[in-house]
């Protein structure tokens, strides 16, 4: 299974940028997609994931309330939209197929998008 992250880029600090992951070829609803990022000089760390089979959400503490995740299973993509981006927010984000969201079972991994956020 091979995901294709798209959408990352440079943005300015406020702004808001919209993340995709592909899926094709997975059986999309036996799994749940995430979302990590890691920064220069940091630990990756989990941003926010989807249940695929019954659509639970779960966002990490530093994006809660300006974040939304959603999928369409038809098309196999996972979309993260994060708004009010700071500089804390610039880090290459990968996603990731996991058997369920916060078990760290992860089975695949994108290649990342960097996310620049600019003052």
């Known amino acids: 299974v091979q995901l294709v992250e798209s959408g990352g880029g440079l943005v300015q600090a406020g702004g808001s940028v919209r993340l995709t992951c592909a899926a094709p070829g997975l059986t999309f609803e036996h799994y749940a997609i995430g979302w990590f990022r890691q920064a220069p000089g940091k630990e990756r760390e989990a941003v926010s994931c989807?249940?695929?089979?019954?659509?639970?959400?779960y966002y990490s503490d530093f994006v809660e309330g300006r974040a939304t995740i959603s999928s369409e299973n038809a098309k196999n993509t996972v979309t993260l939209q994060m708004n009010e981006l700071n500089s804390e927010d610039t880090a290459i984000y990968y996603c990731?197929?996991?058997?369920?969201?916060?078990?760290?079972?992860?089975?695949?991994w994108g290649q990342g998008t960097q996310v620049t956020v600019s003052a």
């Open positions: 990731a197929v996991d058997l369920d969201c916060g078990t760290g079972l992860v089975q695949y």
């Open positions: 989807i249940r695929i089979r019954d659509g639970r959400t």
